[in-house]
Structure formats: C-alpha cells, structure tokens
C-alpha cells in the first residue's frame, strides 16, 4: 500500500503543477508516448503503452484531436487502419509540460543520495519482477478465508 499511496501522492502533485496546461494526466502520458515514439502509432498501440482499453483511447484521442493536438492519419500500409501523430502544437505543449516534470521529479529525489536512489531503483525493479512472476489464480485460490471478528 505504501507504493500506491507513494504513487497516488506524486501524482496528485504532478497534476496540480501542470494543471496550466490543460491536460489531464492520461492526455499528457498519451502526448509523451506519441512523442517517444518518434513515430505515429496505432491506437492499439496507444492504448497497451497507457494500459488502459482501446475505448478509453478513442475517447482520449477525441479530445486531443479537438484541441489540435493530434492528428489521426491513414495508415499507408493498410488503408483500412488509422494512425495517430502529435501535431506541431502537439510537440510545442510536449516539449512545455516534459522538463516541469522532470524539474519535479528532480526536486522529489533531491532528499536522496545517488547510492539511496540505485537502491530505490534496484528495489522497484525486483517488485517489478515479482509482480509478473505472481500466479495470480493460484495464489487467489490459497488464500485464507476472512473471519470476522466479533464485535460485541
């Protein structure tokens, strides 16, 4: 729990220092994947870097393309699929918003020393790692049953 509340806690404070912008956190992480990318990228695509569902996306791109941010494009390979590029406003609000994010997180990690952030880094891969490793049915299905306690 400690992670997520760590999570929910940055990112709380990420979205209020951008909230200049306009943007919610899901239309900045879609604009920096885009921008990553290098590339445009199929909404599929899109959607399985954000982890959330092509519906969800769709939505999303609807509105970023509204604000002149994206663009979706035929695919040239394949007529009938779409492709999703930044616009030059796209790019111009990337390259705004991307440095205040990693000013904030510089100023989050300056209480910690290089050796603290190695271990940090070390650390959240490991979980990484076993996260994925996790039989999820199996542990599922091991787990004890719940007794309430009584309360008198």
Not at 23 to 40: F, K, T
Not at 57 to 72: C, I, M, P, Q
């Amino acid at each position: 729990m400690a992670l997520v509340r760590t999570y929910e806690a940055s990112m709380a404070m990420v979205n209020k220092a951008l909230r200049h912008h306009g943007l919610s956190a899901a239309g900045r992480q879609a604009l920096a994947v885009l921008e990553g990318a290098g590339r445009p990228l199929s909404p599929t695509t899109i959607s399985e870097r954000l982890l959330v569902t092509t519906a969800s996306v769709t939505s999303l791109l609807d509105t970023l393309e509204r604000r002149g941010l994206v663009a979706r494009l035929r695919d040239p390979d394949d007529r009938r699929k779409l492709l999703v590029s930044l616009t030059k406003e796209g790019h111009q609000i990337v390259d705004q918003f991307l440095p205040e994010v990693v000013a904030l997180q510089t100023a989050v990690m300056a209480g910690l020393s290089q050796a603290e952030r190695q271990r940090l880094l070390r650390s959240l891969a490991d979980i990484r790692e076993a996260v994925a490793a996790v039989d999820t049915d199996s542990v599922v299905a091991a787990a004890p049953r719940r007794k309430r306690p009584r309360r008198d």
